[in-house]
């Protein structure tokens, strides 16, 4: 992530685009608003062994620089929300329990920060721990706004969506193309793939106000870009109204 801020500062930005950029620290915070960025996530393993290899720190002393970041982004007209990795899992300590998770929480809202993500950095969650965490935390901390950030590392991504929808989260983040993955986790994949998340959305019928076959053109110039096939189930096998509309071709060709 080094030269994430020439990347920023070479950006042709787009009004309505919310421009957000993951930190760990001040430096990166001050490197956000050099760049143009006005929204950071101040980002926190939850698990110690996880944030001690990542940053050689353990959880809650890494945050405490997290004071400095937001007097900065209160005096530079910012916004902030914040990132719990490893929420689900990790590759050197297992299981998260859930004490551990809300002790980060609760120094987040001591911070005033109300935005916060679940992340499932290593692909380790399954369905009915999503929903039974995901439970817990809106009837514990129904002042936060939850966010869930899956990848799709074990094929349990979308899965893991339902559930967490059926526990009352209805934000999630995606990649297109499904790009992404974590380099402290073995055999990582990308995050769950954007237009994967949309296609089921509204073969479900849930209204998500995004373009499904605009948000595949996007995929496939992500895959133009990096040079490779990647993890996208739907730039593979087409969306299923795609399969109705070949078979209906086929029957009047007949």
């Known amino acids: 992530m080094a030269d994430t801020d020439k990347l920023v500062s070479a950006m042709q930005k787009v009004d309505g685009v919310e421009y957000r950029a993951l930190v760990p620290n001040l430096k990166g915070v001050e490197r956000a608003f050099q760049s143009g960025i006005k929204k950071v996530k101040l980002t926190v393993s939850a698990s110690e062994a996880h944030c001690i290899n990542n940053f050689n720190k353990k ?15 209160k005096k530079n007209g910012m916004e902030v929300s914040g990132a719990i990795s490893t929420s689900f899992g990790c590759p050197f300590q297992g299981r998260v329990p859930v004490e551990q998770i809300e002790k980060v929480v609760d120094r987040f809202l001591k911070l005033g920060i109300t935005e916060l993500s679940l992340s499932d950095t290593t692909g380790m969650a399954n369905p009915r721990q999503v929903y039974e965490l995901g439970r817990y935390m809106v009837k514990h901390y129904p002042q936060i706004r939850w966010v869930m950030h899956f990848h799709n590392t074990r094929d349990m991504a979308l899965a893991n969506i339902v559930m967490a929808m059926q526990a009352g989260i209805t934000v999630f983040d995606g990649a297109f193309a ?77």
């Open 59 to 73: 959880p809650l002393e890494m945050m405490e620089g997290f004071n400095q970041c937001v007097e900065f982004v």
């Open 178 to 254: 499904g790009l992404g993955g974590c380099p402290f986790a073995p055999g990582a994949s990308g995050n769950v793939a954007t237009e994967d998340i949309i296609h089921m959305l509204h073969e479900m019928g849930v209204c998500t106000g995004v373009n499904l076959l605009k948000a595949m053109d996007t995929a496939r110039l992500a895959q133009k870009l990096v040079g490779h096939v990647t993890d996208s189930s739907v730039l593979k096998a087409g969306r299923c109204a795609d399969l109705t509309k070949e078979k209906v071709k086929k029957q009047n060709w007949k």
